[in-house]
Structures are given as C-alpha cells and as structure tokens.
C-alpha cells in the first residue's frame, strides 16, 4: 500500500518521548569552553569602553572577546547585513552582544561577565513604530528610520474610493509574539584542521548559519560545515538568530582553538533572540451597496526594532497579503518597516501576515456588521474562487479551495445556528461565533524567488535501507516523516527502510531556509527527482531478476517488485533488489535538485505572480464572555485547511491543533512590555503569559484537498496557516457576543469592560 495519504507514525516520535533525543545541550566535546554573553544595559547609545581587565583575572577565565577581535567579519550575513556579531561603536537595543566571556566552565564564565565594565554613553533611544516615524524623531537609521518599504498598486483606489457607496476607515495594532520553543537557542562551535570549523547546533536555516559561520572565522565555505542537532521548534524564531550564536561561538573557538559552547538562558533568550514585529495598520476599504469590495487603501507599519535582519522579507509577504484573500481590482498598500531601539524582530509562522490579517478579517467583520450581513456570506461574497485575481494582479488558476474551506467550517461549526446580533442576545454570559479567511502564499515566492531551490541526496544503500540528505530541516513539524512518505512511495521502498536525516551542509548544497511552509513542496518535490532516476535502475535490476524483456513489464510498489501482468506470481523485495543493484554496479545514488515554479514582481507597482501558489484556511471561533467581569473563553475553534493534499492526516491535525494554540496566545494572553528606557520587563515565563494545555479550546480540524498539479502527490504547504487566523476569528466572536470591537491586540476583560484601549 502506498504511504501518501496514511497517518504514519512519526520518524523522531519515540526518542523524543524517551526522552533519549540529544538537543545541544546534551552534547559535549574534549576541551570545551563555556560562553556567556554581556549585553548592554542601554536601549542606545554610545559605546565608551570595555574594561575587561577584572574579568580577566577571573578563575577559569580564558579570555573576554569584543568587536576588535572578530577574525572574519563583524557582520551577521543576512539581508542587508546591518547587525554585527558583537556591538561596535554603538549599542542600539537593551540587549545587545558587547561581549563574549570565555572560561572552563559555565559557572567560571557566569561569574566573570559580571565583573565585565561597559561603559556607554546613553542616547534617547526610539521606542515605538509611531514615535519613529514622527516627523520630528531622532534619526536611528539612515534619514528616515525606515529599513523598506513596498509598494502595490492595481487600478487606481484613490478614485475608485470616491465612487464607492460606503467608506470604513480604521486602525488596528499587533503586539509582539515570543516563539517559546521549548529549548532555547544554542551551537557548539568546533575547530578542526587546516582552518576548518564545524557547527553543531539548534536552528532551522543551516545554510544561513553556514554564511555566518565563514564570515565570522573568515575561512572558505568549503571549510566551514553546519549539523544541525534534533532541534526543539523553531516557529520561525530560529530563522535568523542562529546565525548569531553560531557566528560568536565560531569567533571564540577560532581564537582559542578550542571547541566553544554557547547555550542561552531562556531569559536571554526572550531578550535578544528575535520575535514577531510588532504591527500597525492603517486601512481603508470602500465597497458597493452590499459588501463586495471596491477599493482599499492600506497603510502597514512594522516595528522592526534595532537592526534590519529579516525585515524586508517580512514586510514584502505581508505586503502582498495585506487585504487578505479578497477580489479588489482597485487597491493600493504602502508597507514600512520601521527602525526602532529594541529586540530586531524576525520571522514568526506566518511570517509578516497575522499582523495585516487580524487588521483585514477585523475590517471585513466591521463592515459585514455595518451593512447587516451575515460575515461568513461576505467572505463568500469576496473571497478567492478559481480564476479570481490577487492584489498583484495574479490569476489563481488551480488548486484555490478557499471556497469549501468556507462551507466545511460553516457546517462543522453549526454556524447558522450559533451566528445572531449581538443586540439579540441576552444574559450575564454570552457565547458568540467569529470568523475568518486566510490565504497564504506557499514558499519565498518572487521577493526570494533566488533562494527557492532545494537539493536531495539519496541512496540506496547495500542493505536496502534508503538514505537521504535533504536541505530542509526536521523542526517538530514533521518534516522527516512526511518526506520519507514521499521518498518511499516515490521510489517504491517501504517507509520503513527509508531515513531521511538531519541537515549537514556537507551533504547538500544550499537549500535556502527552513520556512515559509516550503518544506513539503520544495523537499518533497526535490527527492521526487532523485527518486525518479533510481527508480529505473531498481526496475532494470528487477525485469533482469523476473526474466522480463523489458522494465517496462515491470512494478515497485511498497518494496516488491513483480510482473505487471502477474501481480500474483514471483515477488522480489527490496533489499534484494538493492543487493543486486550494487552487484550489478549501477549507480545507487541520486541527486535531485529543484527549483521553485516562476513568481515575478514589478518594483514599482508591485504587480505580478507574487507567489506560484496559495494556500487557503478558515477559522470559526466559539467564545464566552462574562459581560461584568470581562472574563472569557474560547470554547472551540473549527479549523478548516486546503492545503493541496494531505500526506500524513494526523501530522496535518497536529499542526492545526499546535498552530491554533499559538494563534489563541497571540490573540488573548501574549504581550511584550518595556520600561520607558527600552528595557523588557517580562523576559520569563512567569510573566510571558502563554496558552497552556488548561487553555486548550476543542479543536476540530478540517482538511480540504485541492491538489496542485506541481506538487508533490498535490501537496502545497500549510505549517504556518493554522495560527494566522485565529486572532480575528477569536476578537470577531468577541463581538458577535459582547457587541465590543477589539481593535489592539491582545484582546483582555478590561479591553472588553471598556477601561482599557
Ligand atoms: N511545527 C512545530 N512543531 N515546530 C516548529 O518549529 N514551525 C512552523 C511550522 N510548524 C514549526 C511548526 C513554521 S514557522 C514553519 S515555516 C513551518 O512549520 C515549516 O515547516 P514546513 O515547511 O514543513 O511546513
Ligand atoms: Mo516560518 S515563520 O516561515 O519559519
């Protein structure tokens, strides 16, 4: 039986619940050295002096590194390769690396970064998206505080806005969100011979941490290689911050020749490693007289802290995204992504889109109140059907399933009974239904179109077990399990004898990032080519073994081969086949190499096949509201996804049910506070409030299937979809009970009473 389609069990599942799995942390080598980092205590300012000298003469201290010492180059390779390894010159967010203390053991090395004297000269630091973009704010970046921005525009919005029947005009605003994986960032970085050094570590982008590792030693890529280590979830978090422990613990260890450990505390972790941005939305929407959309202005602010990072992509998709997946042929969006003096803020699943999404799903329920419709029928009304066009003039020509993610959410829901005026309804509790639409590109579509391909090494080895490199990386979303479903059925091999490892930069070349729900799709399509190179060899062997004329008289399903035409008769396995295959000396090994299908972007007006294809999600959320106290719940949360095909149903439901959970904590319980200096105040997770199993509303997941013909079996990407939704269906319930709009998230009781904005 092929595998595609089935429930198998997870590859990495039984180590991980023995609890036997090895994170970094776990791991040691001969010699090591211990790291701690030394931040600044300023949001800005100047940098005076670095008196390392007490330190120093620390037990177990071996040496304190700052920007002058770096062997390569101070600068973490990324976009615009704006931050540096270690602060030079200025610190530009509480925070910040100042320095590396170095010592036998963590306990020495802890010790002594207190004994560290940084001096620095404090400037007023920038602290909001709004103060930064005030016409009168000091210049942090450049001369207008901004990293980029993006532009699109089809027809012309400011006119069609003049005909519209009604105008709605509002603001809404995102706090930032902490990734919260369970294990904290962390490499060890080990010098080898001739000037090679080796990083092993927790990450989900191995090629960039490979860049940063070649520029932070100054050696050769071919001298540099990167394991990545069973890695305790990234949600985005472990894009770009890898790269900077990776890079600091490559400096130390290619100053001492040593192997150098750097693990992070969680609580500087949540100070330092990057998180979602901040966002602020400004929109505009004109419609006819019953709800379809005719116009939409769009004004979208990220704060993206202190340095660029990854900022620009960030912004571009949620550009893109902006109005959601609705037909608007006038339509124009300004994004900015703002420079401020906190925490750079990087990607977080959904990468740019929840942000503009609770802002169009709020605005869209604004308007179906406004006009008296029913705001599951104005989705319907304007939502992406086959052959509707995007916001950059796209044709969505196939696999566009938005439609019955609308109508299997409705019935699972029990909408129409549940949806009623929130006038109608009476009582001290309320219960009340919310809904919203999503649609999300799949991949790094043409603002990275350059880094979407993905290599694949495969073998087969003598024993019949199948070996594959893969350029992306296993995270906890399933990745090794749902390839090697792929790989097995594309090669004939029984799931079980296929193993598909972690990422080694030696294996493969680079395969862009693990992100953008791009795993399945690109991976999945690259073993697919490896597979169909060997697949043929394995058949020759077979019609040798089977007396056939031809490999053509031939099938491998599932690890047999047998006569097409005697599907009863002779069998030959699997590792029969691969004996023979090396006794016959062909080749067992296949690369495969796979480029993303063509997306185009016009700079100026931001027009084009912004991404090769979408996928679609619909959430309906059931809340209960206590209307004096404010106190509420998600009761349930009705999930339904296109995501092309479904390989492995029940990894699907996991990552609905995870996914949701972290789109409930965004939408009522996280939220980031500073000091009026910059300084976060709830860098723990005993004031990090986060979603917790006694939070868990009931689930219910729904998977549509509109396969895409370039996918592998159909299969699009959907890892990031299920949390970027929950938000607006959550506050959209709240309404539809309360009759209160939460237009700033997190939504609290004291927002819902009214005491608090
Ligand atoms: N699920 C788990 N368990 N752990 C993770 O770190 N990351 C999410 C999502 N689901 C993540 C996860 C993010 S941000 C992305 S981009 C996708 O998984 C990446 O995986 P995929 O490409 O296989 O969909
Ligand atoms: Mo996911 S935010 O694209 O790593």
Redesign the pocket.
Known sequence: MPVVGTSMPRKDALDKLRGVAKYIDDYSFSDILHVVTVRSQHAYGRLIKIDKSAAEKMPGVVGVITAEQVPGKNAVPLVFDDEPFLAEGYVRFHGEPVALVVAETLEQAQEAAGHVRVEIEPLKPVLGIREAIAPDAPRIYKDDNIFSRYNVCKGNAEEAMKKAVHIFEQEYETPYQEHAYLETNGVIAVPGLEDSMTVYGSM?CPFYVHDAVAAAAGIDRNKARVVQTTTGG???GK?DFPSVVAGQATIVAKLFNRPAKLIYKREEDIIASSKRHPGLIKMKVGTDERGKIVAALIDYYVDGGAYSTLTPIVLWRGTVHALGPYECENIHVRSYGVATNKVPCG?????GSPQVIFAGESMIDEIAVALKVDPLEIRRLNGYKLGSKTATGQVLDQSCGLMETIDKARERSQWAAKWQDPADRKGNVRRGVGISSVYYGVGLGAGGKHLDRVGTSMTIMKDGSVHCAIGNVEMGQGARTVLAQIAADALGAPFDLVNVVETDTNMVPDSGP????RTTFMSGNSLMLAAAELRPRLLQVAADMLGAASPAEVELIDGQAFLIKDPKGQKIGFKELAAKLYAYRLMPSAFGWFIAPDSSYDKETGQGNAYFVYSYCTNIAEVEVDMETGEFKVIRITSAHDMGKAINPQQVEGQIEGGTLQGLGYATMEEIRHDANGRMLNNAFATYILPTTEDTPEIDPIIVEHPYDRGPYGAKGFG?VPLMGVAPAISNAIYNATGVRIRRLPIKPEKILGLED
Do not use: K
Not at 514 to 517: G, H, R
């Open positions: 989900q990234g949600f985005g894009e990607a977080y699943r959904g990468f693990t992100v953008a729900s990031e």
